[in-house]
């Protein structure tokens, strides 16, 4: 079986998730085919994306020309499917996220790797999430090439699904992935219940090179948050929560693990709230160095308005570090509170400080409770070799998921929750 992994941008500092996927398929004996639009000129702190990109098919490496030229050259071969897909472009364009002209780059995207495709031999194509990768995996299917699978993880997809056309793409593929169950529940909103069968769950998972090593039990005052700095992480509110934990004098360090476009607004805001002795940003750092953080701590703090299912947080309690998040999107599927963690409603700072304080506070005895039963649920829970066997299951089965009859974009009607 060889399947391909078609991506916008391969590999990428925050999805490490997909590096992980496609090596434990690797280890299960697929032979997997890397795809990316973007990616070949970004810097690699981790020395396992420097591999990954010597690894990995891009298409926009060589510009504009050869993307003209499969393009001109799939038009010629066969015009019939050229023009079908031409007219998915027009629909799917007219009313999108992005503008009309950027679908017509999709298209020769799709023409391109439809070439690299059948030199291959490939048997089916999967993307990760609903976004444009998914719009070119399905040009790909309408000009002739193999049949597609996505995995959609939120919280992009579900914030614009007509936009993105999220139902089209879940009715033309042969299965959807979905992250947890709250993600699950969200796809079926855009299908009909017919469709329903063939939207899987499949947890992403952590590999045993990132946990098995003997690790200490949690102690300390640090806490930390490992994310990209943008406005979905909360990290301005998590800031908030810190101020009010600062002014009743308990002793504490926040590290935040990552960078991004909102660091230049979270260094003044940390400033402003005179907390610059007490956090700490690191900027990028490899996964390794993410491990070494997390095992600096004393919990994982997540302060997030939108999520998936963040895999820091797995990482986290494989390593045996309770976490403290808002309940959100799937983290309430994993993050039990009163047992290994404490949830809290997304958007209130007073909250979110009340559960940092009960977390510094607490003896150690129960801190290392929580941090037993987080790592206890994680493992059972998010394998990543358990979950590459189940989409190795879904890869060999995707022609029996596959619609009867594919609806064409005019007649497609998302399927709205009642307001």
């Known amino acids: ?19 992980r996927e496609i090596l434990a398929l690797e280890k299960q004996g697929v032979d997997v085919l890397r795809l990316s639009v973007r990616g070949w000129d970004d810097d690699a702190p981790d020395p396992q994306d420097q591999a990954e990109k010597s690894r990995t098919h891009y298409l926009l490496r060589g510009g504009m020309g050869p993307l003209l030229s499969a393009m001109l050259s799939q038009a010629v071969a066969s015009p019939g499917r050229f023009l079908s897909a031409l007219k998915v472009v027009m629909q799917i364009g007219r009313r ?25 031999g490939i048997d089916h194509v999967h993307a990760h999430f609903g976004t444009n990768a998914t719009e070119v995996a399905l040009l790909i299917e309408v000009l002739g090439g193999p049949g597609y699978s996505f995995t959609c993880h939120g919280s992009e997809e579900f914030d614009k699904p007509e936009l993105l056309h999220l139902g089209e793409k879940i009715r ?3 299965f959807v992935v979905a992250i947890s169950s709250f993600c699950r529940s969200q796809v079926y909103r855009w299908v009909d219940h017919a469709q329903w ?6 947890h992403c998972g952590v590999e045993p090179g990132f946990y098995a090593l003997k690790t200490e039990p949690p102690r300390g005052n640090r806490l930390v948050a490992v994310g ?12 908030e929560a810190a101020a009010i934990v600062a002014a009743k004098g308990i002793d504490f360090e926040l590290v935040l693990a990552g960078d991004g476009e909102l660091r230049a607004h979270v260094e003044a805001r940390i400033a402003a709230l005179q907390l610059g002795g007490r956090v700490r940003i690191t900027g990028w750092i490899t996964s390794d160095q993410v491990r070494e953080e997390i095992l600096a701590s004393r919990a994982m703090v997540v302060s997030s308005f939108a999520e998936g299912l963040p895999v820091v947080v797995m990482e986290s309690m494989a390593l045996g570090r309770p976490v403290v998040s808002t309940a959100i999107a799937g983290i309430p599927e994993l993050v039990v509170d009163g047992d290994n963690g404490w949830l809290v409603p997304a958007g209130d700072p007073e909250v979110l400080a009340r559960a940092m304080v009960d977390c510094l506070t607490c003896d150690d005895a129960e801190l ?3 941090g037993a039963a987080a ?11 358990v979950a590459a066997s189940r989409l190795v299951t879904f890869f060999q089965n995707r022609a029996s ?3 009867s009859a594919q609806p064409s974009v005019e007649s497609a009607r998302p399927v709205k929750a009642a307001h």
């Open 228 to 239: 990209r700095l943008c406005e979905q992480k909360g990290h301005l509110m998590l800031l």
């Open 368 to 370: 290392q409770r929580r």
């Open 172 to 174: 033309r593929a042969r």
């Open 96 to 120: 999108a996220d992005r503008p009309l002209p950027l679908h017509f780059i999709y298209l020769a995207e799709a023409c391109l790797a439809l070439r690299t495709l059948r030199e291959q």
């Open 401 to 403: 998921y596959a619609p």
């Open 197 to 202: 069968p063939k939207v899987k769950v499949v």
């Open 1 to 19: 079986m060889k399947i391909a992994y078609l991506m916008n941008h391969y590999p990428k500092v925050s999805h490490t998730f997909i590096r």
């Open 375 to 385: 790592r206890e649920r994680v493992l059972a829970r998010h394998d990543i070799d």
